[in-house]
């Protein structure tokens, strides 16, 4: 597994500059013009780089083949197969949010305020600023506990549960492959293969088929400034293309881009196809299809079913039910949308050059999805925070306060950003799929939706020194590498919830012990392990734990189809089981 590159100081150094841009024309996967010479030439250089995101740029851009009658009849209506709604949104905070602030709450006393001895320094946590006063504490609605980041979702909480007992691993890239993938062996460099899954294609492949965009995602798995864009072509990292053509990802840009993405294809729907594009496309060389390019060609073939599904969708749209999505003022000021936030950003990471997911905020993102459930186009749904590691909120112990260190500053406060990114529009998302029927059903939208919240990891608020202390070094040396020690890294302990009409809702499964500060082993009956104390965390004498685990992003996975009603296995490779215990009803 490759490494992310990590300055001295220990911390992520993530570029303050934040800019701002308008999308180009359209997504990065489809900025590609390909004639036919350079298609070949690229395949005769490198068919491994030859994706079908290559291909489909290039229907995209020029349309498809002329297809004849034989390939006519397999653009039959997708929407005649049957009705069986089911949604899923992920809601994902990217950079790691403070989970002992969020969903894994912890009570610790503010050592940014009151200091402990210097001889007790690793004992000291580290809290925001006004951590204990009003806003800023852990509270309890009904049967969850939780800290102030999660106070903005309260209203949500009746149908809500908490997974509070969650570990992770503490790699950017890889736990946020982890969320899409699951829990089992593989590497980020690896090719992935025909039997793998990403949650929402496990999801897609079975729901997905009637719709024309069913798989929706707002993230960009190279948008990560630490990944190296070389090793990762083709099927590695995250690949889009996994499963069935109505199951692959959809990387839907801004609302521009996809509204000029979803115009195009019912425009060349009802178009007679150029005969360039059909000799571009039909009348590949046979050098192209030798056996030495068969990845290339398995891409194509795959692309051009994605192509012929949405084109036979296409002529299902309405041009003017196009025209109208995403400008409605009406939802655009329940969104709190300003212009700003459909626009997409820049940002540098440990120096690298600038990169972008090329998405918009997530409440441009949260109205989308909305309108997209609600005209019947899509099925399931990946938001994620615009900015790359905005909540990657590195702090050197010093930082906590003034030069003179007589002023307290604290660790960096998230609030506003989870009310901004996470609440705000979410309240409003879930608002609108409950007052929305879906068809003739005498039901909601919000009937047949299920919600995952989570992020790759938590953060720490303190810093044992005493590794430094014991270091054969002169004494000011030790000072400085205390003061500079990083107290907000990326940490194991975290938590997720769960939304929908299929959650048992109220309720909180597990915790962070007072003493131990780790999450307490589950059982498969979601009760914690008698073999910890329940509030302390620490491990009784004398028991040892048996049959319990701590969940992790395999587990978040698995409750996430079953909530949809699918039994997870075989559907990816995830090992982990659901956790049925959040579930009112199990597969």
């Known amino acids: 597994m490759p490494e992310e590159f990590i300055p001295s100081s220990g911390e992520c150094e993530v570029s303050p500059d934040i800019y701002l841009a308008h999308p180009p024309a359209m997504h990065p996967a489809s900025e590609a013009r390909l004639n036919r010479r350079d298609l070949l030439r690229k395949a005769a250089g490198t068919t491994a780089a030859l994706s079908a995101m290559d291909f489909l740029a290039a229907m995209q851009a020029e349309g498809a083949p002329r297809l004849g009658a034989k390939n006519e009849a397999r653009l039959k209506d997708m929407a005649q197969e049957g009705d069986d709604p089911h949604f899923l949104i992920y809601w994902y905070i990217e950079g790691g949010w403070e989970s002992f602030d969020m969903f894994s709450p912890l009570l610790t006393a503010n050592n940014v305020v009151h200091r402990l001895p210097y001889s007790q320094i690793s004992d000291e946590m580290y809290r925001v600023l006004h951590f204990g006063e009003a806003n800023y504490g852990i509270y309890k609605q009904g049967g969850i506990r939780y800290g102030y980041l999660a106070e903005g ?107 000029s993405f979803l115009l195009r294809m019912q425009a060349v729907s009802t178009n007679p196809i150029n005969q360039q594009v059909d000799a571009f496309l039909n009348n590949v060389s046979p050098e192209f299809i030798k056996d030495s390019h068969m990845d290339a060609v398995k891409s194509y073939q795959s692309a051009l079913g994605i192509y012929q599904n949405l084109a036979g ?36 990471v440990n120096n690298n050059k600038a990169r972008t ?56 406060d998230q609030l506003q950003w989870m009310n901004e990114q996470m609440w705000q529009p ?14 003739n059903t005498g039901k909601s939208l919000w009937d047949f939706t299920h919600i995952v919240l989570t992020s790759e990891f938590g953060r720490t608020i303190s810093g044992d020194v005493a590794g430094i202390q014991s270091m054969n070094i002169p004494m000011d040396k030790k000072v400085d590498q205390i003061n500079g020690q990083d107290i907000s890294q990326h940490w194991h302990v975290t938590g997720a919830a769960f939304l929908g009409p299929n959650v048992r809702g109220n309720t909180q499964w ?78």
Request: overall charge neutral.
């Open 426 to 439: 979410l309240n409003t998302l879930v608002e609108l799929l409950k007052a929305t029927p879906y068809k």
């Open 153 to 259: 979702g309260k209203n949500l909480m009746p149908e809500m549960a908490v997974l509070s007992s969650m570990s992770t691993g503490e790699f950017h890239s890889g736990e946020r492959l982890n969320c899409h993938m699951g829990h089992y062996n593989y590497n980020l460099t690896d090719d992935r293969q025909p039997d793998e899954r990403d949650v929402m294609q496990a999801f897609a492949e079975v729901y997905g088929r009637p719709y024309v965009l069913p798989n929706i995602g707002w993230f960009w798995w190279l948008s990560d400034g630490e990944l190296n864009e070389q090793q990762y072509t083709g099927r590695k990292g995250f690949y889009a293309n996994l499963g069935p053509r109505w199951a692959h990802t959809i990387y839907a840009g801004t609302p521009a881009n996809l509204k």
């Open 313 to 348: 969708a296409g002529r299902n749209l309405s041009h003017d039910m196009l025209e109208n999505l995403f400008v409605n003022p009406v939802l655009k000021e329940k969104f709190q949308i300003k212009p700003e936030d459909e626009l997409i950003t820049y940002t540098s």
């Open 510 to 587: 597990g915790g962070v012990g007072s003493v131990t500060h780790l999450p307490i082993p589950l059982k498969a009956d979601g009760t914690m392990d008698t073999a910890f104390h329940p509030v302390t965390g620490v491990q009784i004498p004398g028991r040892t734990p048996s049959g319990s685990w701590l969940p992790d992003h395999g587990d978040v996975y698995a409750t996430a189809l079953a909530l949809s009603g699918i039994n997870p296995k075989g559907h990816g490779r995830n090992e982990r089981p659901p956790m049925t215990y959040i579930m009112r009803n199990t597969v």
């Open 357 to 412: 997911k090329f998405t918009p905020a997530t409440n441009v993102q949260a109205m989308m999805a909305y309108e997209l459930m609600r005209a019947g186009l899509s099925t399931c749904f990946f938001i994620e925070t615009r900015n790359i590691r905005q909540f990657d909120s590195h702090r050197g112990r010093s930082s906590l306060w003034s030069p003179d260190g007589k002023t307290p500053y604290g660790q960096t």
